[in-house]
Protein backbone atom coordinates (compact mmCIF):
# COMPACT_ATOMS: atom_id res chain seq x y z
CA UNK A 1 0.00 0.00 0.00
CA UNK A 2 2.85 2.59 0.82
CA UNK A 3 4.94 1.52 -2.37
CA UNK A 4 1.13 2.25 -4.05
CA UNK A 5 1.02 5.85 -2.71
CA UNK A 6 4.32 6.45 -3.33
CA UNK A 7 3.61 6.15 -7.08
CA UNK A 8 0.29 7.88 -6.86
CA UNK A 9 1.93 11.08 -5.28
CA UNK A 10 4.79 10.92 -8.10
CA UNK A 11 2.61 10.38 -10.96
CA UNK A 12 0.45 13.35 -9.19
CA UNK A 13 3.62 15.82 -9.30
CA UNK A 14 4.61 14.14 -13.17
CA UNK A 15 1.28 14.90 -13.90
CA UNK A 16 1.54 18.64 -12.83
CA UNK A 17 4.79 19.51 -13.58
CA UNK A 18 4.17 17.89 -17.37
CA UNK A 19 1.13 19.88 -17.54
CA UNK A 20 2.63 23.03 -16.53
CA UNK A 21 5.45 22.87 -18.98
CA UNK A 22 3.10 21.46 -22.12
CA UNK A 23 0.47 24.50 -21.35
CA UNK A 24 3.75 26.92 -21.53
CA UNK A 25 5.31 24.96 -24.61
CA UNK A 26 2.51 25.56 -26.53
CA UNK A 27 1.79 29.33 -26.00
CA UNK A 28 5.15 29.77 -26.82
CA UNK A 29 4.97 27.65 -30.37
CA UNK A 30 1.77 29.80 -31.28
CA UNK A 31 3.90 32.72 -30.86
CA UNK A 32 6.87 31.54 -32.72
CA UNK A 33 4.63 30.20 -35.96
CA UNK A 34 2.30 33.80 -35.43
CA UNK A 35 -0.70 31.44 -34.93
CA UNK A 36 -3.38 31.27 -32.28
CA UNK A 37 -3.07 29.31 -29.37
CA UNK A 38 -6.40 27.90 -30.40
CA UNK A 39 -4.92 26.18 -33.45
CA UNK A 40 -1.28 24.94 -31.34
CA UNK A 41 -4.13 23.24 -28.90
CA UNK A 42 -6.11 21.59 -31.72
CA UNK A 43 -3.48 19.98 -33.47
CA UNK A 44 -0.07 19.83 -31.83
CA UNK A 45 -1.70 19.78 -28.20
CA UNK A 46 -4.29 16.93 -28.85
CA UNK A 47 -2.33 14.55 -30.89
CA UNK A 48 0.24 14.90 -27.32
CA UNK A 49 -2.13 14.18 -25.29
CA UNK A 50 -4.57 11.34 -27.97
CA UNK A 51 -1.37 9.56 -29.05
CA UNK A 52 -1.69 6.44 -25.76
CA UNK A 53 -5.40 6.19 -27.23
CA UNK A 54 -4.84 5.74 -30.54
CA UNK A 55 -1.81 3.08 -29.56
CA UNK A 56 -4.23 1.50 -27.00
CA UNK A 57 -7.29 1.17 -29.02
CA UNK A 58 -5.01 0.00 -32.60
CA UNK A 59 -3.69 -2.51 -30.17
CA UNK A 60 -7.77 -3.07 -28.75
CA UNK A 61 -8.53 -3.86 -31.93
CA UNK A 62 -5.29 -6.16 -33.22
CA UNK A 63 -6.25 -8.44 -30.02
CA UNK A 64 -10.17 -8.78 -31.47
CA UNK A 65 -11.38 -6.37 -28.98
CA UNK A 66 -12.12 -3.45 -31.54
CA UNK A 67 -15.65 -2.85 -29.72
CA UNK A 68 -13.39 -1.81 -26.74
CA UNK A 69 -11.55 0.84 -29.13
CA UNK A 70 -15.09 2.72 -30.10
CA UNK A 71 -16.38 2.57 -26.75
CA UNK A 72 -12.68 4.53 -25.62
CA UNK A 73 -13.47 6.89 -28.16
CA UNK A 74 -16.89 8.02 -27.83
CA UNK A 75 -16.64 7.81 -23.99
CA UNK A 76 -13.26 9.89 -23.89
CA UNK A 77 -15.21 12.50 -26.55
CA UNK A 78 -18.17 12.67 -24.02
CA UNK A 79 -15.65 13.18 -20.68
CA UNK A 80 -13.57 15.83 -22.60
CA UNK A 81 -16.24 18.29 -23.45
CA UNK A 82 -19.28 17.75 -20.02
CA UNK A 83 -16.52 16.83 -17.39
CA UNK A 84 -12.90 18.48 -18.65
CA UNK A 85 -14.78 21.53 -19.95
CA UNK A 86 -17.42 21.18 -17.98
CA UNK A 87 -14.86 21.72 -14.85
CA UNK A 88 -12.53 24.47 -16.36
CA UNK A 89 -15.50 26.72 -17.49
CA UNK A 90 -17.03 26.44 -13.81
CA UNK A 91 -13.37 27.36 -12.18
CA UNK A 92 -13.17 30.42 -15.28
CA UNK A 93 -15.57 31.32 -18.52
CA UNK A 94 -13.58 30.26 -21.33
CA UNK A 95 -13.09 33.21 -23.78
CA UNK A 96 -11.35 31.66 -27.08
CA UNK A 97 -10.88 33.00 -31.04
CA UNK A 98 -13.77 32.75 -33.11
CA UNK A 99 -12.06 30.33 -35.04
CA UNK A 100 -12.82 28.12 -32.19
CA UNK A 101 -16.93 27.59 -33.11
CA UNK A 102 -15.95 27.00 -36.90
CA UNK A 103 -13.74 23.98 -35.72
CA UNK A 104 -16.32 22.92 -32.63
CA UNK A 105 -18.68 22.66 -35.76
CA UNK A 106 -16.47 20.04 -37.87
CA UNK A 107 -16.24 18.37 -34.73
CA UNK A 108 -19.96 17.90 -34.67
CA UNK A 109 -20.48 16.95 -38.42
CA UNK A 110 -17.35 14.25 -38.34
CA UNK A 111 -19.13 13.10 -35.10
CA UNK A 112 -22.61 12.51 -36.81
CA UNK A 113 -20.97 11.28 -40.19
CA UNK A 114 -19.11 8.80 -37.75
CA UNK A 115 -22.84 7.98 -36.09
CA UNK A 116 -23.91 7.86 -39.29
CA UNK A 117 -21.86 5.12 -40.56
CA UNK A 118 -22.82 3.09 -37.38
CA UNK A 119 -26.19 2.68 -38.93
CA UNK A 120 -26.00 -0.74 -39.69
CA UNK A 121 -24.01 -0.96 -36.68
CA UNK A 122 -20.65 -2.10 -37.68
CA UNK A 123 -18.18 0.34 -39.19
CA UNK A 124 -16.47 -1.39 -42.15
CA UNK A 125 -12.39 -1.26 -43.01
CA UNK A 126 -13.72 1.29 -46.10
CA UNK A 127 -15.10 3.41 -43.67
CA UNK A 128 -12.32 3.79 -41.28
CA UNK A 129 -10.51 4.62 -44.06
CA UNK A 130 -12.55 7.52 -45.09
CA UNK A 131 -12.79 8.78 -41.39
CA UNK A 132 -8.55 8.89 -41.75
CA UNK A 133 -8.95 10.75 -44.90
CA UNK A 134 -11.30 13.29 -43.62
CA UNK A 135 -8.29 13.95 -40.85
CA UNK A 136 -5.70 14.47 -43.33
CA UNK A 137 -7.32 16.47 -45.47
CA UNK A 138 -8.28 18.54 -41.92
CA UNK A 139 -4.64 19.00 -41.53
CA UNK A 140 -3.71 19.57 -45.06
CA UNK A 141 -6.44 22.48 -44.58
CA UNK A 142 -5.12 24.01 -41.46
CA UNK A 143 -1.86 24.15 -42.80
CA UNK A 144 -2.89 26.03 -46.08
CA UNK A 145 -5.31 28.16 -44.32
CA UNK A 146 -2.90 29.51 -41.00
CA UNK A 147 0.56 27.89 -40.64
CA UNK A 148 2.79 29.49 -43.35
CA UNK A 149 5.92 28.05 -42.58
CA UNK A 150 7.58 30.13 -44.32
CA UNK A 151 6.88 33.08 -42.42
CA UNK A 152 8.89 31.64 -39.63
CA UNK A 153 12.23 33.85 -39.44
CA UNK A 154 15.21 32.10 -38.95
CA UNK A 155 16.28 34.12 -35.97
CA UNK A 156 13.36 32.24 -34.17
CA UNK A 157 13.30 28.74 -35.92
CA UNK A 158 15.42 26.85 -33.62
CA UNK A 159 13.36 28.32 -31.04
CA UNK A 160 10.02 27.12 -32.18
CA UNK A 161 11.39 23.64 -33.18
CA UNK A 162 12.74 23.40 -29.60
CA UNK A 163 9.51 24.15 -28.41
CA UNK A 164 7.31 21.70 -30.38
CA UNK A 165 9.88 18.91 -28.99
CA UNK A 166 9.32 20.49 -25.31
CA UNK A 167 5.36 20.38 -26.30
CA UNK A 168 5.29 16.16 -27.01
CA UNK A 169 8.33 15.45 -24.54
CA UNK A 170 6.17 17.05 -21.81
CA UNK A 171 3.07 15.52 -23.00
CA UNK A 172 4.72 11.88 -22.70
CA UNK A 173 5.36 12.70 -19.03
CA UNK A 174 1.91 13.71 -18.70
CA UNK A 175 0.23 10.89 -20.07
CA UNK A 176 2.87 8.89 -18.35
CA UNK A 177 2.44 10.94 -14.92
CA UNK A 178 -1.72 10.13 -15.37
CA UNK A 179 -1.09 6.39 -15.80
CA UNK A 180 0.88 6.05 -13.03
CA UNK A 181 -2.13 7.95 -11.02
CA UNK A 182 -4.71 5.83 -12.84
CA UNK A 183 -2.74 2.31 -12.11
CA UNK A 184 -1.72 3.32 -8.16
CA UNK A 185 -5.34 4.68 -7.43
CA UNK A 186 -7.19 1.57 -8.70
CA UNK A 187 -4.97 -0.70 -6.76
CA UNK A 188 -5.33 1.12 -3.68
CA UNK A 189 -9.42 1.55 -4.36
CA UNK A 190 -9.44 -2.53 -4.68
CA UNK A 191 -6.99 -3.31 -1.60
CA UNK A 192 -9.92 -1.00 0.25
CA UNK A 193 -12.49 -3.16 -1.11
CA UNK A 194 -14.11 -0.40 -3.70
CA UNK A 195 -16.33 -2.08 -5.53
CA UNK A 196 -15.46 -2.71 -9.64
CA UNK A 197 -18.23 -0.88 -11.07
CA UNK A 198 -17.42 2.25 -8.54
CA UNK A 199 -13.95 2.28 -9.69
CA UNK A 200 -14.56 1.51 -13.59
CA UNK A 201 -16.86 4.41 -13.53
CA UNK A 202 -14.94 6.91 -11.82
CA UNK A 203 -11.09 6.01 -11.43
CA UNK A 204 -10.45 4.53 -14.78
CA UNK A 205 -13.05 6.58 -17.02
CA UNK A 206 -12.01 9.48 -15.74
CA UNK A 207 -8.34 8.66 -15.77
CA UNK A 208 -7.87 7.74 -19.63
CA UNK A 209 -9.02 11.16 -20.21
CA UNK A 210 -6.73 12.64 -17.16
CA UNK A 211 -3.95 13.81 -19.77
CA UNK A 212 -6.66 16.31 -21.19
CA UNK A 213 -8.42 17.34 -17.57
CA UNK A 214 -4.44 18.61 -16.20
CA UNK A 215 -3.78 20.07 -19.78
CA UNK A 216 -6.96 22.15 -19.67
CA UNK A 217 -6.94 23.01 -15.88
CA UNK A 218 -3.69 24.73 -16.25
CA UNK A 219 -4.46 26.32 -19.33
CA UNK A 220 -7.42 27.48 -17.53
CA UNK A 221 -5.84 28.28 -14.05
CA UNK A 222 -2.78 30.11 -16.55
CA UNK A 223 -5.55 32.46 -18.29
CA UNK A 224 -5.13 30.91 -21.91
CA UNK A 225 -8.42 29.59 -22.63
CA UNK A 226 -7.52 28.78 -25.76
CA UNK A 227 -5.40 26.29 -24.86
CA UNK A 228 -7.89 24.55 -22.94
CA UNK A 229 -10.50 24.40 -25.41
CA UNK A 230 -8.43 24.01 -28.03
CA UNK A 231 -6.98 20.88 -26.70
CA UNK A 232 -10.04 19.41 -25.95
CA UNK A 233 -11.79 20.11 -29.27
CA UNK A 234 -8.67 18.63 -31.20
CA UNK A 235 -8.50 15.59 -29.25
CA UNK A 236 -12.23 14.96 -30.11
CA UNK A 237 -12.12 15.38 -33.85
CA UNK A 238 -8.88 12.84 -33.44
CA UNK A 239 -10.77 10.47 -31.38
CA UNK A 240 -13.50 10.46 -33.88
CA UNK A 241 -11.55 10.40 -36.70
CA UNK A 242 -8.57 8.29 -36.40
CA UNK A 243 -9.20 5.92 -33.21
CA UNK A 244 -12.41 4.34 -34.74
CA UNK A 245 -10.51 5.02 -38.15
CA UNK A 246 -6.95 2.91 -37.04
CA UNK A 247 -9.44 0.79 -35.44
CA UNK A 248 -11.83 -0.33 -37.73
CA UNK A 249 -8.80 -1.10 -40.67
CA UNK A 250 -7.11 -3.22 -38.23
CA UNK A 251 -10.31 -4.83 -37.35
CA UNK A 252 -14.21 -4.03 -38.88
CA UNK A 253 -15.96 -2.90 -35.41
CA UNK A 254 -19.62 -4.28 -34.22
CA UNK A 255 -21.31 -1.66 -32.85
CA UNK A 256 -22.68 -1.73 -29.70
CA UNK A 257 -26.51 -0.96 -29.82
CA UNK A 258 -25.95 0.88 -26.27
CA UNK A 259 -23.40 2.99 -27.87
CA UNK A 260 -25.30 3.74 -30.92
CA UNK A 261 -28.83 4.37 -29.57
CA UNK A 262 -27.30 6.54 -25.97
CA UNK A 263 -23.94 7.56 -25.95
CA UNK A 264 -23.44 8.92 -29.60
CA UNK A 265 -26.82 10.97 -29.46
CA UNK A 266 -25.35 12.09 -25.75
CA UNK A 267 -22.29 12.96 -27.11
CA UNK A 268 -23.69 15.01 -29.99
CA UNK A 269 -26.02 16.84 -27.73
CA UNK A 270 -22.94 18.32 -25.75
CA UNK A 271 -20.53 19.22 -28.99
CA UNK A 272 -23.85 20.92 -29.75
CA UNK A 273 -24.39 22.94 -26.95
CA UNK A 274 -20.77 23.37 -27.28
CA UNK A 275 -20.73 24.91 -30.40
CA UNK A 276 -23.86 26.93 -30.42
CA UNK A 277 -22.34 28.38 -26.96
CA UNK A 278 -19.17 29.30 -29.29
CA UNK A 279 -20.85 30.53 -32.00
CA UNK A 280 -23.10 32.82 -30.27
CA UNK A 281 -20.18 34.62 -27.17
CA UNK A 282 -16.73 32.96 -28.08
CA UNK A 283 -16.82 31.72 -24.86
CA UNK A 284 -18.40 28.80 -22.72
CA UNK A 285 -19.68 30.45 -19.26
CA UNK A 286 -20.49 28.74 -16.14
CA UNK A 287 -24.10 29.08 -17.38
CA UNK A 288 -23.25 26.36 -20.40
CA UNK A 289 -20.62 24.46 -17.57
CA UNK A 290 -23.40 23.99 -15.29
CA UNK A 291 -25.63 22.33 -18.10
CA UNK A 292 -22.81 20.19 -19.10
CA UNK A 293 -21.42 18.68 -15.95
CA UNK A 294 -25.08 17.63 -15.24
CA UNK A 295 -25.31 16.01 -18.63
CA UNK A 296 -22.63 14.16 -17.49
CA UNK A 297 -24.00 13.50 -13.92
CA UNK A 298 -27.20 11.89 -16.16
CA UNK A 299 -24.17 9.90 -18.31
CA UNK A 300 -22.73 8.34 -15.13
CA UNK A 301 -25.94 7.38 -13.26
CA UNK A 302 -27.38 5.83 -16.31
CA UNK A 303 -24.21 3.35 -16.16
CA UNK A 304 -25.39 2.29 -12.61
Known amino acids: MIQEFIMFIIGLTLLIKGSDEFVEAGSRVAKGFGVSEFLIALVLASIATTLPEVTVSAIAAYEGN ?9 GSALANIALILGVSAMIMPLKVDEIAWRNSLFMLAVTFYAWFLMRDMTISRFEGFSLIMIYLIFLYYLYKKHIALEEVG ?7 KRDVVILFLSGIVVVVGARMVVTSA ?3 ARTLEIPEVVIGLTLVSIGTSLP ?19 NIVGANILDILMVIGIASIIRPITVDESIFSFTMPLTLLVMGILTLSLRLTNKVSRGTSAVLLMIYAYFLYSQL
Open 154 to 160: RSNGKNV
Open 212 to 230: ELANSLTATLKKIPNISVG
Open 66 to 74: SGIALGNAV
Open 186 to 188: VTI
